[in-house]
C-alpha cells in the first residue's frame, strides 16, 4: 500500500473511532432536555476532518499511553472544537449558514439553541476529560489545565476576539500570527499536548518539542485555510467560500498573495516535521498528518 493510501486508511479508521467515542460520550437525545441534547448531536456528529482528534491519537503514538485518557481527550477536544464552530457561524460573528456541508446550528434550530449548544459542548468536553482514567492525578490535571488555557481568552476565545476587533482593518504579519496562534493554533496544539501527557513516559523536554511542531502546524493550518478560502468552492470546502473575503477580514493571502501564502505554509510545515525527527518511525502520524494539512482540500 502506497503512503497516501494506507494514511487514507488509517484516517478513516481514527475517523470512525472519533465519531463513535462522541456518540458514547453525547447525552442521548431522548434525554431531557430533548431538543438541546439533539442539536449537540446534529453539529458534532456525522462530519468534519476531525483532525484534532486525529493529532490526540497520532501523539499518543510516540509513548507507552494510557487509552482511556487517549480516548476522552479525542472527544473532549473534539467537542470544544465543535463549540467554537457553532458560536463562530452564529450572526454576532461570522454570520454562516453552511457547515460540514448542512445547515448550521442556528439555522437548522434557532439562535438561542445554538448558542447553549456550544456552551453545553464546553462543559461536556472538561465533563468527560475529568472521567478516572488510570493516569497519574498531576498528569489528568495537566490536561484539563492544557485543554481549559488553550479554550479561553489566552486561547482560542482570545483569538476569536482580536478577529472580531479587526475586521476591515490592516494587520502586519506579526499580529496576524499572534492571532491565529490563539484562535486555531492554540486548540492544535492542545490535541498534540493531550495526547503526549496520555503516555506517563514522555518527558517535559519531548512534549516541549512536541509543541513547538504543533505551533508550527496550527500556523500552517491556518495559512491553508485562509489559501482554500480563496480557491475551493462551497461544494468542497463544506462552508460558504470567500467568507473572509466578504466579510473584509485580514488574511495571510491578502497579506502576502496567493502563492507566497502557499510557499509559506510549506515552509512551516518542513519545519515541523523536522522538529520531530528524534522520534523515529513513532512519529509517522504526526509527519503524516502535518503534510496533510498542505495538502487538503477542505
Not at 449537540?40 to 497520532?58: D, H, I, N, S
Not at 495537566?142 to 488553550?150: H, Y
Not at 482560542?156 to 476587533?165: N, S
Not at 505551533?215 to 467568507?243: H, N, P, R, S, Y
Request: aromatic letters at 4%.
Amino acid at each position: 500500500m502506497n503512503p497516501e493510501n494506507e494514511l487514507k486508511t488509517w484516517q478513516q479508521k481514527a475517523q470512525a473511532q472519533t465519531e463513535l467515542l462522541l456518540a458514547h460520550f453525547l447525552p442521548s437525545e431522548s434525554q431531557v432536555p430533548h431538543t438541546l441534547h439533539e442539536a449537540m448531536r446534529y453539529v458534532t456528529l456525522g462530519g468534519g476532518k476531525r483532525l484534532r482528534p486525529l493529532l490526540v491519537l497520532a501523539a499518543s503514538e510516540l509513548g507507552e499511553a494510557n487509552q482511556n485518557a487517549v480516548e476522552q481527550a479525542m472527544a473532549a477536544i473534539e467537542m470544544v472544537h465543535v463549540y467554537s464552530l457553532v458560536h463562530d457561524d452564529m450572526p454576532a460573528m461570522d454570520n454562516d449558514s453552511l457547515r460540514r456541508g448542512k445547515p448550521t446550528c442556528h439555522v437548522q434550530y434557532d439562535e438561542a439553541t445554538a448558542l447553549l449548544v456550544g456552551d453545553a459542548l464546553q462543559t461536556q468536553a472538561f465533563n468527560v476529560l475529568s472521567r478516572p482514567t488510570g493516569l497519574p492525578a498531576e498528569r489528568q490535571l495537566a490536561m484539563l489545565s492544557t485543554l481549559a488555557q488553550a479554550s479561553g481568552s489566552l486561547g482560542m476565545a482570545g483569538g476569536q476576539a482580536i478577529d472580531l476587533a479587526n475586521v476591515g482593518k490592516a494587520m502586519n504579519q506579526a499580529e496576524l500570527e499572534q492571532m491565529h496562534s490563539l484562535k486555531t493554533g492554540a486548540l492544535i496544539r492542545a490535541a498534540v499536548a493531550l495526547g503526549a501527557l496520555s503516555c506517563p513516559d514522555l518527558t517535559p523536554a519531548q512534549i516541549q518539542t512536541l509543541d513547538r511542531y504543533a505551533a508550527k502546524l496550527g500556523l500552517a493550518f491556518q495559512v491553508i485555510d485562509d489559501v482554500l478560502d480563496c480557491e475551493a468552492d462551497t461544494a468542497t470546502l463544506g462552508k460558504t467560500a470567500g467568507k473572509d473575503s466578504d466579510n473584509n477580514k485580514p488574511t495571510y493571502v491578502k497579506l502576502m498573495g496567493l502563492h507566497a501564502a502557499r510557499i509559506y505554509a510549506e515552509t512551516l510545515i518542513a519545519e515541523a516535521v523536522a522538529l520531530i525527527e528524534p522520534f523515529g518511525d513513532k512519529a509517522l502520524r504526526l509527519r503524516q498528518l502535518a503534510e496533510f494539512v498542505t495538502a487538503r482540500k477542505n
